[in-house]
């Protein structure tokens, strides 16, 4: 099973630019056209926070007629530009999924599907950084303790320092509250991010944990300490997670333009020289 995480895609509404720059839609259109262009096809879309730049109905409606092409399930979770209500509103098939509950938390489980995904809402209102908050890292822990199904847990804000500081100042601030729910359950397999804009892995819980890229810009791998906020127009991505049971692979996947493919071997089957 393979499927394709998308992250901080920040959609404007029509004739507006991200930071006065970044054409976010376009590029969401390019990252669609390249999944459409896939030999094999993901089973599903993970999108982990920052659908809209400024958390208006009409960037969530731009944002699903981009992803109305790929013709697969899209689960979705706010990011700090988003917000819990934003996505209950523009995602009604949400509010089912998170038990009928008209408010609070975008927390929800996917089960249809071979590996079980955890969607987890960190969105604090108007602030840039995440928490879980303890009814929801309670809630976490049920759900882990009802199946011991192979399971990734996603939320946007990850839950470690990266060393880019002012990423850091903004990531999950109960990460260790966090982290002591998921080392209590041994079937799960990682933990997917967004929030950062570049490709981070490390462990987290004595298990993989995975900040996806953006499908626009990149925050500026930057590591001094006074190192100020910005950002690159490095080249655009999106993750793909290979699962096979008690494993997931994953692979950052450019989708820009690029040379290739070249073969290795000749008509002969002979290496090329």
């Not at 990252?31 to 659908?51: E, K």
């Amino acid at each position: 099973m393979l499927i394709a995480q998308l992250t901080d895609t920040h959609i404007r509404i029509p004739g507006k630019l991200a930071y006065g720059v970044v054409d976010s839609s376009a590029y969401l259109e390019r990252a669609v056209a390249w999944l459409r262009a896939l030999p094999q096809r993901p089973d599903a879309v993970v999108v982990t926070g920052d659908l809209t730049d400024f958390d208006q109905l009409e960037e969530y409606a731009r944002f699903r007629s981009i992803m109305e092409p790929l013709d697969l399930p899209v689960h979705v979770i706010p990011g700090n530009h988003d917000s819990s209500v934003g996505v209950r509103e523009a995602f009604p098939q949400i509010v089912a999924r998170t038990g009928g509950k008209p408010d609070g938390k975008v927390n929800y489980v996917v089960e249809e599907l071979p590996l079980r995904i955890i969607m987890l809402d960190s969105s604090v209102p108007k602030k840039p950084h995440g928490e879980l908050g303890p009814e929801t890292l309670e809630w976490l822990d049920r759900q882990l303790m009802k199946s011991r199904r192979d399971t990734v847990v996603a939320l946007h804000h990850p839950p470690f320092l990266t060393g880019i500081r002012h990423m850091d100042a903004q990531n999950l601030k109960d990460a260790a509250a966090f982290e002591t729910v998921i080392a209590r359950h041994a079937h799960v397999l990682g933990v997917w991010c967004g929030h950062v804009h570049r490709t981070i892995v490390t462990n987290f819980a004595g298990r993989p944990c995975r900040i996806a890229p953006s499908t626009a810009h990149a925050v500026s791998f930057a590591l001094a300490k006074d190192a100020p906020a910005s950002f690159h127009m490095e080249p655009p991505a999106v993750s793909l997670h290979l699962y096979e049971p008690g494993r997931v692979v994953s692979h950052t996947c450019f989708v820009s333009p690029y040379d290739g493919p070249y073969p290795f071997f000749d008509t002969s089957n002979r290496l090329m020289g």
